[in-house]
């Protein structure tokens, strides 16, 4: 089956966007200045209240229109789509998971006369993190069958090439979708095995109230 | 924070007091929203003094002390750790609010025991004591591990080294928290009812070390406890709290056994009996 | 900058018309999930565990694959499917696909529900002899499902929020109806954005409110199932 690399590809750029802007809005959330923390609430209510699919077509088909700039490939679209998206529903995550750590904690930090910035570092976020784990798998198979949006913008995934299989030869269709799924099962099957392993590291290490 | 500037005439009159304090509490008070916890708190610790802070629940005994460790600021008036200003600093030549490297300059020497340990799960019993002198004091990682197995033992748990505090017993657990805060060689400890999340049982093993450290002399200590037989035995002096004031002290048998204040009595009697 | 206002009020009218058919797959999607999601709780409680372990993977297998797939499966293969194969119409489709995908997440939140109910409970319904039917309808269900009720209702604005996948089977909801507005205007842009404005005026206050539920709900119950909620509200499924 091809188009298996592009499906790869997009998830795991997705998934390295997706983290990475979840942590910079989470903390932006927890900021004191209410500029950053206004900006960043936008943002997450805006992605979390559409449809990825819409976010999606936005993306790809009114943000030229509306800035006469093209994105440039309907990668960039897809990959930002996705990872804006899950992006704003992992920050609440980050937001949860450290604001989840006892204040005891940030005491015994302060009372070792830890700064700011080493209190987050060595105390706060290391316990915040193990939380974030179980759901941050969750949401890299949510990520992963997001990808199948992309071969609606036109990109050579694996559903792509099974619609072209399909439109050749009708009566494979069975067999061509029953594939696919069985494909993205294979795929997801370490995404599943990852997430029950940072359940069972979540589980110790972590001082909530 | 504008309601706690002072003139800077009555700093420079703290700067230059007796050397032979080293906490000064000045007419602190600390109200939470509406309710006032402490209402005018004047008190002097001298270096190596051990205080014993007592008195009913609700009257502002752990806020006093968290207020030395910077985790609650007061509502007004000053506190003088060593000759400096904890709350304040001089800028421009005005007494402004303290900011974080100021509280950390002066909280330096300032060390906490907490009720609930607040040990960090996330790394083992040495790594708790470590971090702090390897990250704040700048100590090179083989000389802070070396004094923090030395303190471990201390304690009595120099073969727990590698365990996670969730291996551990709450006796042991708290023990854990006194060499972390002795790693960092403070000249003032904090006991916030360091015995009273603990099985009865496992009250003895605690108090144990915290007698030897008091034996050791050389730090001063503010106890706030329920334990009047332990305050007794290893205070220099007892501070009966009642309804944010100092409703009485002076020494363990003064105030334990000899006064005639009512509250006090009342007091004394519900753990007595 | 080349936003037409002129465009946006010409497409809002076209894209509105698809409104009635988003909402009404929405709740059809919705309540066939709550109804197949009975349907998996009840086969996980087979005390057999060959079966549970078959079903498990079953669960596992729709949770983790792409729904969008799931639809293709459903409208353009299952027709092809010799002797069982029949047609079905874009919105049954969808109802089918959507409503099973999403089952498999209902399951799990009455099963949260059904787990959360004390043990205690249970040995009490036995001590008083209580037969199976009255043990569920009187004590173990009237326990359970109020604590999963902010949690359903946070997959309602999920799924409402996956119903426009079904325009990619011609399901003539706001987003077709904005697709069909852009290709014969060549004009996206405002199409879209009114599609994202509705969501957006739907769902945000639809959170807000299930958000507010749901406090509510910890108050009245014990804060186990408050934090069982926190797990199980897993956001967005794509």
Redesign the interface.
């Known amino acids: 089956m091809r188009g298996i690399e592009i499906t790869i590809t997009v998830l795991i750029l997705s998934a390295i966007f997706g983290y990475l802007f979840a942590f910079i809005a989470g903390l932006c959330r927890l900021s004191t200045n209410p500029i950053l923390r206004g900006f960043t609430s936008f943002y997450v ?2 992605f ?8 999606l ?2 993306l790809y ?2 943000i030229p ?4 700039i093209d994105l440039g490939s309907n990668l960039l679209a897809g990959v930002l789509a996705i990872s804006l ?2 992006g704003a ?1 992992m920050s ?1 995550i980050v937001r ?1 998971s450290i604001l989840a750590v ?1 204040k ?2 940030s ?2 930090a ?7 910035f ?1 209190r987050m570092r ?2 706060i976020f ?2 915040a993190v ?1 939380m974030m784990l179980p ?1 941050f798998g ?2 890299l ?9 992309v ?2 913008i036109g990109m050579h995934d694996i ?1 792509y090439h ?2 072209i299989l ?1 439109s050749s030869d ?5 067999t ?3 594939l ?2 069985v494909f ?2 294979i795929m ?1 099957l370490p ?2 095995f990852l997430t029950r392993k940072g359940e069972a590291i979540s589980k ?4 909530s109230q | 924070m504008s309601e706690s500037v002072v003139t800077k005439e009555h700093s420079q009159d703290t700067q230059t007091e007796n050397k032979d304090v080293i906490v000064s509490y000045k007419n602190i008070t600390k109200s939470f929203g509406d309710v006032e916890v402490l209402k005018g708190i004047n008190l002097d610790i001298k270096p190596a003094e051990k205080v014993a802070l007592i008195g009913p629940s609700g009257s502002g005994k752990t806020t006093i002390i968290r207020m030395l460790m910077t985790l609650e600021q007061p509502t007004s008036g000053e506190i003088i750790v060593d000759g400096k200003n904890l709350w304040h600093m001089e800028k421009n030549g005005d007494l402004v609010p303290a900011n974080e490297k100021h509280l950390r300059e002066v909280r330096g020497d300032i060390g906490m025991v907490f009720q609930h340990f607040n040990l960090f799960p996330h790394m083992t019993i040495l790594e708790n004591c470590m971090t702090a002198p390897i990250h704040v004091q700048k100590e090179d990682k083989a000389s802070a591990k070396e004094r923090s197995i030395e303190m471990l033992k201390k304690v009595g748990l120099g073969d727990k080294l590698d365990n996670y505090p969730s291996q551990l017993s709450g006796g042991q657990k708290q023990r854990v928290a006194m060499a972390r805060a002795l790693v960092m060689r403070p000249k003032i400890m904090l006991f916030d009812e360091v015995t009273s999340a603990l099985d009865p049982e496992l009250v003895g093993e605690v108090l144990e070390v915290i007698r030897d450290i008091a034996k050791e002399g050389e730090m001063a200590m503010v106890l706030v406890t329920h334990e009047m037989e332990f305050a007794l035995d290893i205070a220099d002096r007892v501070i009966f709290l009642d309804n944010g004031v100092i409703a009485e002290e002076g020494t363990p048998s003064e105030v334990l056994e000899h006064s005639d204040n009512e509250r006090l009595q009342q007091f004394l009697h519900r753990f007595r009996s | 900058m080349n936003w037409r206002w002129d465009m946006f009020f010409e497409a809002l009218p076209y894209v509105l018309q698809g409104i009635g058919v988003t909402i009404g797959l929405t709740f059809a999607c919705y309540l066939f999930a709550l109804i197949v999601g009975f349907g998996w709780t009840f086969l996980r409680r087979i005390p057999n565990k060959t079966i549970n372990w078959i079903i498990t993977w079953i669960m596992e297998f729709i949770r983790s694959t792409p729904p969008l797939v799931q639809l293709f499966f459903i409208f353009f293969a299952w027709p092809m499917v010799p002797y069982v194969g029949v047609t079905l119409s874009p919105f049954a489709s969808a109802v089918l696909g959507l409503g099973i995908h999403f089952s498999t997440y209902i399951g799990e939140v009455y099963r949260s529900g059904i787990e959360g109910v004390e043990k205690g409970q249970w040995e009490a319904s036995r001590a008083l002899n209580f037969s199976t039917t009255q043990k569920w309808t009187k004590i173990i269900l009237p326990q359970a499902i109020p604590p999963t009720i902010p949690m359903l209702g946070n997959y309602l604005i999920i799924m409402f929020k996956e119903v426009p996948l079904a325009a990619t089977i011609g399901v003539v909801g706001i987003l077709h109806m904005a697709e069909s507005f852009g290709s014969v205007n060549f004009r996206y842009l405002e199409a879209y954005t009114i599609v994202a404005l509705i969501f957006l005026a739907l769902s945000y206050p639809s959170a807000i409110l299930i958000n507010k539920l749901e406090r509510k709900m910890n108050r009245r119950f014990d804060k186990k199932a408050a934090l069982n909620s926190m797990n199980e509200s897993k956001g967005a499924v794509s």
């Open positions: 209510e805006i979390r209240g559409t449809s990825l699919i819409v976010q077509f936005w088909y009114a229109m509306l800035f006469g998206n899950y529903y609440e949860g006892s005891g904690q005491e015994a302060t009372a070792l006369n830890m700064s700011r080493q060595l105390v290391p316990q193990r759901e969750n949401y198979i949510q990520m992963l069958k997001a990808t199948s949006l071969s609606l559903l099974g619609n399909r009708l009566s494979a269709a069975p061509v979708y029953l696919i799924l993205y099962f997801a995404l599943i110790k290490g972590v001082a």
